[in-house]
């Protein structure tokens, strides 16, 4: 039976991700309150593997999961589910529009809806909860004075009414999410590679590191930045590049980037996901 951590509590999107995920497959699923304590559990063999946000096309990176990975756990990618969130206004039963004077959610959600908000609610104060699960926990034991912004799974977790569907302000709002294990997926031929590493202080080190993938012909889909924690202005890189570890130009690009740089960090081959929820 695969041990799977997602972040909870019940009714987060983590949780819809985990559940694409395992479809099909003999599972438990494990509920954690922070991403380090799931990436944690799966390093000491608590869990076998975690479901945990890397992405959002609004919002950008989580922060959280690419510092852990870079730093604190020695953890490969080994899958990607890519889940297109529908951002909705949950209340209690009889709550009408004029009763909200508190919205409720995770920063990203908040982040995600900023506009509705605007529109709808402006003299509306937002409250920053860790989950959306746990901002429509709130809204299920509380007043009529308050909404939150989350899934309709949380909707039904905890018995609240949709008083508004969509709101997110973009319709492309998709979260990425990475299934992080103690080894990397198998080659498939449709696949991506993930990496993280820093160069010298020099004029044009990250251009020379670059230039390898061009120079192997290598498709890079992303790249993203992150302070290196060790000094003021430095700074790491993650990469996300087409193909497998084990394809003769992605090995051989690898090999060069490695020697082209002071601190580099594989971090997992993997099926490239090409559906969306």
Same mark, same amino acid.
């Given at each position: ?81 890519? /889940? $297109?969130?529908?951002? =909705?206004?949950?209340?209690?039963? !009889? ?6 004077? &508190?919205? +409720? ?33 709130? /809204? $299920?034991?509380?007043? =009529?004075?308050?909404?939150?912004? !989350? ?6 977790? &905890?018995? +609240? ?117």
């Amino acid at each position: 039976m695969l041990k799977i951590g997602f972040l909870g509590p019940k009714g987060t999107f983590s949780q819809e991700a985990m559940l694409a995920y395992a479809k099909g497959k003999a599972h438990s699923p494990y509920i954690f309150n922070t991403i380090p304590d799931m990436l944690y559990a799966v390093q000491n063999g608590e869990i076998d593997e975690a479901v945990v946000p890397m992405e959002n096309s609004l919002e950008g990176a989580v922060n959280v999961t690419l510092d852990m990975l870079a730093w604190d756990v020695d953890l490969k990618i080994k899958g990607e589910i890519v /889940v $297109a969130i529908k951002q =909705n206004l949950l209340v209690k039963k !009889g709550t009408k529009q004029c009763d909200i004077k &508190y919205i +409720l959610s995770h920063p990203q959600s908040l982040g995600q809806c900023r506009k509705y908000i605007r529109a709808n609610y402006p003299s509306a104060e937002t409250r920053v909860f860790y989950s959306t699960a746990e901002a429509a926990q709130e /809204v $299920a034991v509380g007043g =009529n004075d308050s909404a939150a912004i !989350g899934s309709l799974t949380a909707a039904q977790e &905890y018995g +609240l009414e949709v008083l508004a569907s969509g709101i997110q302000d973009g319709e492309n709002n998709m979260t990425r999410f990475a299934v992080v294990a103690g080894t990397d997926g198998g080659r498939t031929g449709d696949d991506k590679t993930s990496m993280v590493f820093s160069t010298e202080d020099r004029p044009g080190s990250l251009y020379r590191v670059l230039d390898i993938f061009t120079l192997w012909d290598v498709n890079m889909t992303r790249i993203e930045s992150r302070p290196a924690k060790n000094e003021l202005g430095r700074y790491i890189f993650f990469v996300d590049i087409q193909g497998h570890r084990e394809d003769e130009d992605i090995r051989d690009a690898l090999t060069m980037v490695k020697r082209k740089t002071s601190f580099f960090k594989f971090l997992g081959s993997y099926p490239r996901y090409r559906e969306q929820i």
